[in-house]
């Protein structure tokens, strides 16, 4: 078990904009209404850069900003887990479409925006951050393999972790194969010390065999954690918007699960 | 090491689906033909056959077995490095796509192909692990950053040993993906040559077994001691100019190891032979390790792996620790007289105890491995 300390949380979804407008509605006081998720570019880039963002880009800074924020931690200041089954889709779709059909221009933009850590990329320039910076996949476990490592990299490392998940849709014909039905994007600061800041312990648990699925009650929300991969980080908000000590459990894949013990602070 | 030692490169002109640019690659050939694993017919993609090709190889099959039966499946990881998984599966397919309705073949297994974390999946079931498993995708550090997961996952004790590996084959989105930003050349890659020139891309994998350092039963075993991760900062495409970010990764490797400069006997480059990376990588080591340190870039001989560069280089490197060889430089004539390094084109010998590799991806993605022997 590994035990840490959530200090800072950011999000982008749909009718989920930003931690501090959405924690009601996660708690269950008040009623979620379904709009399209808020997609803008960060402040915190070069103009250059912000016409180049795509939306996992627009995603992650973000979210990854309003963590920062609320946990007043310098940008700079943490090391990084990017986690998204799927990385810039709209550009992945272009640059297939583009290979197929001469001649094939691929831009130098395209190709340096297809990698899956581009996300990370722009945010380590705009976050001006030398730290470690890692981008992981795990299909449909994507969160629960960043918060997986992330809370390694906390307990052995005592490193300060921002977690920055994220997925968005795939245009056609991708989508038919992989439907993803939103774009969503949350993010947690997370510490080995308790803090003026903490909102929360999580204790973290990877476990082999299966294991009940925590879902969500509003019907709208746990169709959201069911279509979207970064989405299955919904359990984990809505026990920290609770405040109240939760048991929860998330499926990882090859038929484990990790189980997250959240007490607030 | 036969291949090493007999300056045999893997690079040829690329004859490659059908790709019109005019370059080298380094291709296994075989693979147009593989096919993987029966039961596992769904994964069957150019990048998980060369994972079963690579996974076959020096008895791999029988050592991670040997593990299982001392671990059990759930207590084996497996953390891969990957830039662009089965990608190659979809640019094929978008080719094919269904003239009335615009949709994708219906044998198109997105999953297990083209989604990053096919090939966790693939060596997982091939394995039959079942342990924590997740893709690292960084670019061209992924395959030796996940030498770094596997240590924090072992130390958490969320896994008692890990199989960690990398494995990148062709596809056009690099090679026209690369050829866009002026960086792949004409000739066979001349690593830190005065008139480098740019990148041979390769394909290739590798796969390691890592297990608890207490665990070690061999006479003379070889330890991973120390990892080193940074971030540029900088630029996407671009490598820091005065190499910040492999300074860091660097340092923080040789820290992490408890060593100093003149403890590493050998250093693997990055060298991917673009004028930029190598200008970088150059002032960098040179700021760590002055010139006193015989360094090379093995690309050369393999092309650049990308995601499975940090794997390959990492296992180069223990060849060099095991036989007491120094990797020389294939293709490059001339070298940069504004790179202050002990760069060696020859290969040598030598008593080579500790090596550092390093992998440095888009992004601004840096990693170095310190492999080798305990004092």
Same mark, same amino acid.
């Given at each position: 078990m590994m035990r840490l300390y959530v200090e800072g949380i950011g999000l982008l979804g749909p009718g989920l904009d930003g931690w501090s407008a959405s924690r009601a509605v996660l708690a269950g006081e008040a009623a979620y209404v379904a709009a399209p998720t808020n997609l803008r570019a960060s402040d915190m880039l070069p103009a250059a850069e912000r016409r180049r963002a795509g939306v996992p880009i627009k995603l992650a800074l973000t979210v990854g900003q309003e963590a920062f924020l609320q946990a007043g931690r310098e940008t700079k200041s943490a090391s990084t887990v990017f986690t998204s089954s799927g990385g810039d889709n709209d550009n992945v779709h272009a640059i297939n479409g583009i290979l197929a059909t001469a001649p094939r221009e691929v831009s130098p933009t395209r190709f340096h925006n297809s990698v899956h850590n581009a996300a990370a990329g722009y945010w380590c320039i705009a976050a001006g951050s030398h730290e470690p910076s890692t981008s992981l996949c795990a299909y449909d476990a994507s969160f629960v393999a960043g918060l997986l490592e992330s809370a390694t990299q906390v307990v052995v490392d005592d490193a300060v972790v921002a977690l920055v998940a994220y997925d968005h849709s795939y245009p056609e014909p991708l989508h038919s194969v992989r439907p993803i039905t939103t774009s969503f994007g949350a993010a947690l600061i997370l510490t080995k010390q308790q803090s003026a800041k903490s909102l929360a312990a999580i204790e973290v648990e990877f476990r082999s065999g299966k294991a009940p699925e925590t879902t969500m009650k509003d019907e709208a929300l746990e169709d959201l954690r069911k279509g979207v991969p970064a989405a299955r980080v919904l359990p984990l908000l809505a026990a920290l918007a609770a405040a109240k000590t939760t048991q929860i459990s998330i499926d990882y894949l090859e038929g484990n699960h990790l189980d997250i013990r959240v007490t607030p602070c | 090491m036969e291949a090493l030692q007999a300056r045999r490169s893997g690079l040829v002109p690329c004859a490659f689906e059908d790709v019109d640019l005019e370059t080298y690659i380094a291709k296994v050939g075989m693979l147009d033909s593989f096919r993987v694993r029966a039961d596992l017919s769904a994964f069957d993609c150019r990048n998980n056959r060369l994972a079963q090709l690579c996974l076959e190889q020096d008895g791999f099959v029988e050592a991670t077995e040997a593990a299982r039966k001392k671990y059990g499946a759930a207590r084996i990881g497996v953390f891969m490095g990957t830039s662009t998984s089965g990608i190659l599966q979809t640019e094929l397919a978008y080719r094919h796509l269904d003239p009335q309705t615009g949709a994708l073949p219906p044998d198109f297994h997105y999953a297990e192909t083209q989604n990053s974390y096919s090939l966790a999946g693939f060596v997982s079931h091939y394995l039959g692990l079942t342990g924590p498993s997740f893709v690292v995708s960084s670019a061209c550090s992924s395959s030796a950053k996940v030498f770094a997961n596997a240590l924090r996952m072992m130390e958490a004790g969320v896994c008692d040993a890990a199989v960690i590996g990398g494995v990148d084959s062709l596809c056009l989105s690099t090679l026209y993906g690369f050829n866009s930003l002026g960086l792949v050349s004409r000739f066979p890659c001349r690593p830190y040559d005065a008139e480098r020139d740019g990148i041979s891309v390769g394909e290739g994998g590798g796969f390691v077994l890592i297990e608890r350092a207490t665990e070690a039963k061999a006479a003379d075993p070889m330890f991973l001691l120390g990892v080193g991760e940074s971030s540029d900062a900088y630029h996407m495409s671009t490598p820091h100019p005065e190499g910040l970010g492999a300074i860091l990764a660097m340092q923080r490797a040789l820290d992490a190891a408890g060593l100093q400069a003149d403890d590493i006997d050998y250093i693997n480059l990055h060298g991917t032979a673009t004028k930029s990376n190598d200008a970088s990588e150059g002032k960098a080591v040179a700021e760590v390790f002055g010139d006193k340190v015989p360094c090379s870039s093995t690309k050369g001989w393999t092309g650049h792996l990308l995601g499975a560069a940090g794997i390959t280089e990492a296992i180069i490197a223990m060849l060099a620790v095991e036989h007491g060889f120094i990797p020389g430089s294939v293709?490059? =004539? =001339?070298?940069?007289?504004?790179i202050a390094i002990d760069y060696r084109i020859e290969n040598g010998a030598g008593k080579i105890r500790r090596v550092l590799s390093n992998s440095f991806g888009f992004g601004g993605s840096n990693c170095s491995l310190v492999l080798g022997r305990k004092a």
């Open positions: - | 293709n490059t =004539q =001339q070298l940069d007289s504004a």
